[in-house]
Each structure stands twice: as structure tokens, then as C-alpha cells.
């Protein structure tokens, strides 16, 4: 709506303009300029018109601004407000409007566990409205159902949608406070957002649920190198080594930060490893001498 009122005012401004110029037309018309050198007649006439008619529309504009001006504010700021109901009301939709009397049917549970499957499907088919379209349906059969909670949040990440990505998973974190996945990507959204206290504060968090997934380790590790905490992010690349010995990025990322943190024994101890896990690796020598380098 506030894409016409502009289109609108710009109508009514032109036709009053017309009128204007058609009223006072005929006056300036009638000047006496035929008294005056022919050499100079064309032009001033022409002159005298414009200077006229450009006085005329200066007022006339300094009229409608007085007028339109608040009046588009004014439109403005009810649009604002509109909107910001519209996304309290979808957000009401989205996590109050569903059954909380969910019907556990056989034919209920049926239809549920399709529109889960098929919402997963869409989302790994890149289908992300789609994919959001069912898991609402699933909520609507079930308020109680985690898995669309979870993959509504995916969704909001895949996005880059941060705000609704970050309700989202706080709504699952309440609901549901030992699923540590929501902790994790409540943590990815937060570091995101720049707020790495907060972030790293919430893969601890997920850790303590679960200390046994490889990715946690190694996002956290990265905060506390972004934290310029390095012998901390040391100690997290360790755990997650020690969850895959052989795993070439944390390798690598060990290493990294073994010589960030010049322990020449730890940054050798696993050279040699990546030398056996990854003989083809393109940067060796390059790391060799980092590594010779350590006092």
C-alpha cells in the first residue's frame, strides 16, 4: 500500500500543475512583448513565460509538501506498525496456532510422520518454502513435535534469516533443554551475530549434553581463536581430535594453532601425523619450516 500513495500524490500533483499552467497561460500570454527589439523578442518571451510558470509550480510545490509531506510520514509510520503486527501474528502462527490437544490417531500419526518426510525432502532438494509450508502443517497436527521446530530453524540458517533462526531455537531450547543440537546452532546464529561471549557459552552448553560431536569442538575452538583465546582453542581442537585421530581438518587446524601458540613438540607430534594420514598435502614444506621455526 505505501508503494501507491506516492504514485498517487504524483498523479494529483501533475493535474493540479496542468490546471495551474492552464489557468495562467492566457495571462502571461498577453505581456507586451511586441514593443520590444525583434532581436530579443524570442527569447524573453520565452523567458518571461518560464520564469512564470517555474514561480507558479515552486509555490504550488511548497503548498504540497505542506500537505503530503506529514501525510506520507504519517502513512509511513502506519505501515511500520502494520508490518510489525503481521510478523507478531506469523510468529503466534508458528508457534501457537497448532493442536494442543494433538490428535494421536493412527491415520493423525500417519499424515504427520508424510509431512515430516516430505518437508525433509524439500529441504534437501533446496525446496526451503516448501520445506517450511510442511513442517507448519505438522505443527498444526502436533504443537509437540520437535523435529519441525528443528527443521524450521534449519530453514531460517539456510535463509540467513538470523532473528527468526534465533526464536526459533530459543523456543526449542526451552521446550526441549537436552537437545543439544538446538544449543549448537543457537550458538552458530549468535556467532553470527558477532555475540561470541554468548556463543561460546551456548557450545559449552551443548557439550555438556553431548560432548561427542565433532563439530562442536571445532566451532568452539574457532570462537575462542575469535575471543583471542588461543590456548583454549587449542584444547578444543585436542578433544576433537581425540574423538577422530585421523580427520585431515582438524588435523590441519591443529597444527595451525600449535604454532600460534609455539608448542613446537604438539605442532611436530602432529606434522608427523599428517605427513602418514595425507602424504599428497600441497602445503608440507610450507608447514615444515613454520614448524622448524618454533624456538
Do not use: C
Not at 64 to 87: D, E, H, M, S, T
Not at 221 to 238: F, H, I, M, R, T
Not at 253 to 277: F, M, W
Amino acid at each position: 500500500m505505501l508503494t501507491i500513495i506516492p504514485l498517487i500524490i504524483i498523479i494529483l500533483s501533475l493535474g493540479i500543475i496542468l490546471i495551474v499552467v492552464a489557468r495562467h497561460l492566457p495571462q502571461a500570454a498577453v505581456l507586451d512583448v511586441g514593443s520590444l527589439p525583434e532581436e530579443r523578442e524570442a527569447r524573453l518571451k520565452s523567458s518571461i513565460l518560464e520564469t512564470r510558470l517555474l514561480r507558479k509550480a515552486n509555490n504550488f510545490w511548497k503548498k504540497v509538501n505542506i500537505v503530503f509531506v506529514p501525510l506520507a510520514r504519517f502513512f509511513g509510520a502506519w505501515y511500520k506498525i502494520g508490518l510489525k503486527q503481521i510478523r507478531v501474528l506469523e510468529r503466534t502462527y508458528r508457534f501457537h496456532t497448532a493442536s494442543p490437544l494433538p490428535d494421536t490417531s493412527q491415520k493423525s500419526e500417519l499424515k504427520l510422520q508424510e509431512l515430516l518426510d516430505k518437508a525433509r525432502a524439500a529441504f534437501e532438494a533446496g525446496k526451503l518454502t516448501e520445506a517450511e509450508g510442511d513442517y507448519l502443517e505438522a505443527l498444526k497436527l502436533n504443537a509437540g513435535v520437535l523435529a519441525a521446530y528443528d527443521g524450521l530453524g534449519k530453514i531460517y540458517v539456510k535463509r540467513q534469516e538470523w532473528d527468526q533462526a534465533r526464536e526459533t531455537f530459543e523456543y526449542v531450547t526451552k521446550n526441549w533443554p537436552q537437545h543439544d543440537q538446538a544449543f549448537a546452532l543457537l550458538a552458530l546464529v549468535e556467532e553470527i551475530a558477532g555475540n561470541l561471549a554468548k556463543a561460546k557459552n551456548l557450545y559449552l552448553h551443548a557439550l555438556s549434553i553431548n560432548n561427542q560431536v565433532l563439530e562442536y569442538h571445532l566451532n568452539l575452538s574457532e570462537v575462542y581463536q575469535s575471543l583471542g583465546d588461543n590456548e583454549k582453542s587449542l584444547s578444543s581442537l585436542q578433544k576433537a581430535q581425540a574423538l577422530e585421530p585421523n580427520n585431515p581438518k582438524v588435523l590441519d587446524q591443529l597444527l595451525q594453532v600449535s604454532i600460534l601458540v609455539g608448542n613446537k613438540s604438539l605442532a611436530q607430534e602432529v606434522l608427523d601425523k599428517i605427513k602418514k594420514v595425507n602424504p599428497d598435502h600441497g602445503k608440507l614444506g610450507e608447514l615444515e619450516e613454520k614448524v622448524k621455526a618454533l624456538s
